[in-house]
């Protein structure tokens, strides 16, 4: 399987570079306005008409390089396109931070340890941090198109680094591990041995909880600094919100090791069905980053020779996973307890989806395919 990561890699530009960035990030943002302007005229987005419209005036006007126009015209066209497939109307598209694309190989390159990176001037040598991304430079990883930002002061290079990995079949699999996803359990993990293993969210629902006090304090003064703070918050609370998914993905992947069949619930809609619940709890339930953590789950895994797969979650924490009974009733919500009304086998209803998804899994180590959820 072909598996693609972000590496961000900080660059320290002297300040002559930085004279050079800033001119042709301001450039390249300009080109993106001028060409979304004109897109948003004519309703096109093929490349080959835009080419032929805005090329030219892009290289006069702006005085961008020739790959960087085209670089241009790209951003402009996915920009749209991703607009109007998440059901937006047509309207136009503002590009209000600095950053520039750059193509590998034509717009930057690695020269002598540093990051050669083209500007309106030519290209610069910059050096940049190597400590943590030393495994992107072993010579297996490809480098994509690149994505130079300019936030806080520094400079990052986000770079999409793809590898083929050896992706791990159902026979090679050594053990089955069912992950149910919550609030009160961020996971709720059942191994083939028969172990649950907990990971506590109380700690991070009252850190979202601060976090949300704070929000609704400074939404309540309708001031500009109170809406700078608000954007800063928001920012931090991400930040945070991604660190504490790093954690619980690594510490599954390193507590469970190669060879394992992760099994995930696939929460695409997730949001739909959440939205139904009370108003003063839909931020909790609504907003927590689950497929972050899912995507983070999978390529860990795939990195450490594991396995994932996504299955149906529904009636998942509803059926007794000793006789198969499927029932409302079962579940407690309210006091997270499962207790089957047919054989009467009681537990935590996490630790109940946990084995339910583990049995997935081991008719899936069985039969190679992803067998369909119960159904009431």
């Known amino acids: 399987m072909v598996l693609t990561l972000t590496a961000k890699m900080q660059l320290y530009p002297n300040p002559d570079q930085v004279t050079l960035l800033q001119q042709t990030v301001e450039a390249y943002r300009q080109g993106c306005n001028w060409v979304s302007g ?94 943590g991304m030393e495994r992107f430079f072993d010579g297996t990883w490809q480098f994509g198109t690149a994505h130079l930002v300019h936030r806080h002061g520094r400079w990052f290079l986000h770079v999409p680094m793809t590898k083929d990995v050896a992706e791990t079949g159902p026979a090679e699999i050594r053990q089955v591990v069912g992950l149910d996803f919550g609030l009160n359990f961020l996971v709720t993990a059942y191994d083939s041995q028969g172990q649950t293993t907990f990971f506590p969210g109380r700690a991070v629902k009252a850190q979202r909880a601060h976090f949300q006090i704070l929000r609704q304090n400074l939404q309540r003064r309708q001031t500009p600094c109170a809406r700078r703070r608000l954007k800063r918050l928001g920012q931090r609370e991400n930040r945070w919100m991604t660190d504490v998914n790093h954690q619980v993905s690594k510490a599954l992947v390193v507590r469970y090791g190669a060879k394992t069949l992760f099994v995930l619930e696939d929460l695409t809609g997730i949001r739909g069905a959440t939205e139904r619940v009370r108003r003063r709890d839909r931020y909790t339930s609504v907003s927590w980053a689950f497929y972050q953590l899912r995507h983070m789950i999978e390529y860990k895994a795939a990195l450490g020779q594991a396995r994932t797969i996504a299955v149906d979650p529904r009636y998942t924490s509803q059926t007794c996973p000793k006789c198969g009974h499927v029932a409302r009733g079962n579940r407690d919500k309210r006091r997270h307890r499962f207790q089957c009304q047919q054989c009467h086998y009681r537990s935590n209803d996490d630790r109940i989806g946990a084995m339910n998804l583990h049995r997935q899994g081991i008719e899936y180590r069985v039969t190679g395919a992803i067998a369909a959820g119960p159904r009431s």
């Open 38 to 131: 004109v897109v948003n005229t004519t309703h096109c987005l093929r490349q080959a008409d835009l080419h032929t419209e805005t090329y030219r005036p892009l290289r006069a006007q702006f005085g961008l390089r020739s790959q960087m126009a085209q670089s241009v015209i790209k951003t402009v066209i996915a920009r749209y396109k991703s607009v109007l497939a998440n059901g937006h109307p047509w309207t136009r598209v503002q590009f209000t931070k600095p950053a520039l694309d750059l193509v590998w190989n034509r717009d930057y390159s690695l020269k002598a340890g540093r990051f050669s990176v083209n500007t309106l001037e030519g290209r610069v040598q910059v050096p940049f941090a190597r400590q």
